[in-house]
Structure formats: structure tokens, C-alpha cells
């Protein structure tokens, strides 16, 4: 168990929706990243917040989202969904505002867009 | 653009015997260099990191091989067991960037 926890584990949705997955950091992590991992490919890297800051962005498309809140939870949305969007999504934390070792997944969220 | 490159799907090795998983890369400003395993349904989890002022690095049966002028690392599992049946993950980074740039996997499968 890594201390990280996402909510929904699966979910099945429709084209055109919207839906938000949401992420606990590992107690004391300011840090969360968030990774798409599209069928057959590796983890692509969507977006870094810090202390509630953006931090960075990676290739996050413009239909989808994030924000982490006051309490360091994270959520990210994905709206006007499409067949594509179709993957698994990683929640990850590390404790500082840098790369500082490793990160923390936690399960994924599998998002299926039929 | 894949800037780290497993070639490799995936690789059946036997009890007892070497696991050898190969990465390469094309960013030469990459300083940092992890090994992740993920079982299914469950995220990555950290095995081993390498620095690029080092060769290697070596943490009980599993040890990772940097070659710079090559760009290429490798991760060497001995003995390779059941357990290790997973798919491994290489990643980068650069020493001042907040995010890790995943190769697409290796599915190593270590039969009895």
C-alpha cells in the first residue's frame, strides 16, 4: 500500500461527459503528479501540483483539468470525453515541490468512454 | 517523440536463471534514472534508481547498469524469481524537473 488513494477505481462513462477522479496524497506529500497510461503505452506525465500550485504540465489536453485543494487532495477532470480518453490514470505524490527520489502511485483510475 | 524506449514487450526467462530488462534514451540532459514495477491492478512501485555520476548501482538481486555514451540502461535481476513476474517500467528525469518521462514497459514473466 503505498498511501496514495484514487477514487473511482473504474468507471464507464459516455462520449461528450464529463468526470472528475480524485486523489489523496500520502500523508505529508505536498506534491501530487498526475499520469495517463493509454493502452500499450507508458505513463505519460498530465500535470504537477504543489502546495495547491501548478507546478507543471506536461501534455494535458485542453478538455481536461486539475486543482488541489486546501487539504492537499487532488482532482482531475476530464470533460467532452472521447473513445481516446479511454485509459488508466495515476495519482502520485512525493513529499517536496521537486523531483526528490521517487514517486508514490497509487492504483489508477480505469476510465472506460463508450 | 518517445524520449525512453523499451524495445522489448515483453521477456520469459526461467527460475533461477538472469533477467536482463533494457531502456534507452535520447535526452542527453536525463541525469536520473528509475526502475518501477507494476503488477496488474495495482500502480508502479519504485524498485531502483541509478544517478548519472554513477555506472551502477546495485540493491540486493537487482542491479541497474548505466551506459551514458550509449544511453542506454539496463536492469539485471539474479536469480530471477516467480514474484518478479511484472511489468517493468524505465523512467528519466532531468535534476531540476518536477516530472519522470516513462518508457512504455517491459512484461517480464519468470517461469518455474
Known amino acids: 500500500d503505498s498511501g496514495v488513494t484514487q477514487t473511482p477505481k473504474h468507471l464507464i462513462t459516455a462520449t461528450g461527459q464529463r468526470v472528475t477522479l480524485r486523489c489523496s496524497p500520502r500523508s505529508g506529500d505536498l506534491s501530487v503528479y498526475w499520469y495517463q497510461q493509454s493502452l500499450d503505452q507508458g505513463l505519460q506525465f498530465l500535470i504537477h501540483y504543489y502546495n495547491g500550485e501548478e507546478r507543471a504540465k506536461g501534455n494535458i489536453l485542453e478538455r481536461f483539468s486539475a486543482q488541489q485543494f486546501p487539504d492537499l487532495h487532488s482532482e482531475l477532470n476530464l470533460s467532452s470525453l472521447e473513445l481516446g480518453d479511454s485509459a488508466l490514470y495515476f495519482c502520485?505524490?512525493?513529499?517536496?515541490?521537486?523531483?526528490?527520489?521517487?514517486?508514490?502511485f497509487g492504483e489508477g483510475s480505469r476510465l472506460t468512454v463508450l | 517523440d518517445q524520449q525512453v524506449k523499451q524495445n522489448s514487450p515483453s521477456l520469459s526467462v526461467q527460475e533461477g536463471r538472469i533477467s536482463i530488462l533494457n531502456c534507452d534514451y535520447t535526452n542527453s540532459m536525463f541525469d536520473y534514472f528509475l526502475w518501477y514495477k507494476k503488477y496488474p491492478a495495482e500502480g508502479p512501485t519504485f524498485l531502483i534508481s541509478?544517478?548519472?555520476?554513477?555506472d551502477k548501482n546495485e540493491d540486493g538481486r537487482f542491479t541497474v547498469f548505466l551506459n551514458k555514451s550509449a544511453k542506454h540502461l539496463s536492469l539485471h535481476i539474479v536469480p530471477s524469481q516467480p514474484g518478479d513476474s511484472a511489468v517493468y517500467f524505465c523512467?528519466?528525469?532531468?535534476?531540476?524537473?518536477?516530472?519522470?518521462?516513462f518508457g512504455t514497459g517491459t512484461r517480464l514473466q519468470v517461469t518455474l
Open positions: 541509478i544517478s548519472s555520476i554513477k
Open positions: 502520485a505524490s512525493s513529499p517536496g515541490q521537486g523531483f526528490s527520489g521517487e514517486l508514490f
Open positions: 523512467a528519466a528525469t532531468t535534476g531540476t524537473a518536477s516530472k519522470l518521462t
